[in-house]
């Protein structure tokens, strides 16, 4: 009930492409829904994240989609670029902990 | 900008021996976390922290795990007899009045 399931695993893009990578969850007590980049040997960075009363939240190249009667969210991430190549978490909040998704790894090729 | 700091980066220890990991969190928040990442895997929560006392914690957090706040600006993980699964990076998180974690670049353990 606790889980947030993450899509894909790993995700090749040609710069300029958009990027998206998927969550859903179950348990509809989740009530903060944040993603975060993390590159290798870094600890995980808040990138953006939204609340289940909006639908979508933008924030320059990064757009966050949120489907609460379908309990699933995306990150898109418009014109990537080769510095975007990152390991991407999305995460749900219960009570005050985060829970992760199991992460997607981003390569976008120049 | 602030930022959580952890100390140290590294730290290699012998089955168990006790270690502690330390962190000094953004200085006016309020909400402290640890969480780890055994390698290649998701980051797993383990404690939550406010008010002096754990507001939460995971079923991996056991006996063997404790967390204070010994003055006004460093929190610390202690692992009391440290085993080979313990072998992770440790994450420490804060975050203020909003839902805002922000988190440290970690301390890797390495238990031989």
């Known amino acids: 009930q606790q889980q947030v399931k993450q899509s894909p695993q790993s995700l090749i893009v040609q710069k300029g492409g958009i990027s998206i990578i998927n969550c859903a969850y179950e348990?509809?007590?989740?009530?903060?829904f944040p993603w975060y980049q993390q590159f290798p040997g870094k600890g995980p960075a808040l990138l953006i994240a939204?609340?289940?009363?909006?639908s979508e939240k933008k924030e320059g190249r990064f757009t966050i989609s949120f489907n609460k009667s379908a309990k699933q969210f995306s990150l898109h991430i418009m014109d990537s670029q080769p510095g975007d190549s990152a390991t991407y978490f999305c995460a749900a909040m219960y009570g005050n902990k985060l829970v992760f998704g199991a992460g997607t790894i981003l390569r976008v090729k120049s | 900008e602030p930022e959580v700091t952890q100390t140290p980066s590294h730290q290699v220890t012998q089955m168990g021996q006790e270690v502690i990991l330390r962190c000094v969190p953004i200085?006016?928040?309020?909400?402290f976390y640890w969480y780890r990442q055994i390698l290649g895997q998701k980051v797993e929560f383990l404690v939550s922290?406010?008010?002096?006392?754990?507001?939460?914690k995971s079923e991996i957090f056991d006996d063997q795990f404790s967390v204070e706040r010994p003055d006004g600006s460093n929190f610390t993980l202690k692992i009391r007899s440290t085993k080979l699964e313990d072998s992770a990076m440790y994450f420490c998180?804060?975050?203020?009045?909003?839902?805002?974690?922000?988190f440290g670049p970690g301390t890797r353990l390495t238990v031989t």
């Open positions: 348990n509809t007590a989740f009530d903060y």
């Open positions: 998180a804060s975050t203020g009045e909003s839902y805002e974690q922000y």
């Open positions: 939204i609340r289940p009363d909006v």
């Open positions: 200085s006016n928040h309020l909400y």
């Open positions: 922290f406010y008010n002096n006392e754990i507001s939460e």
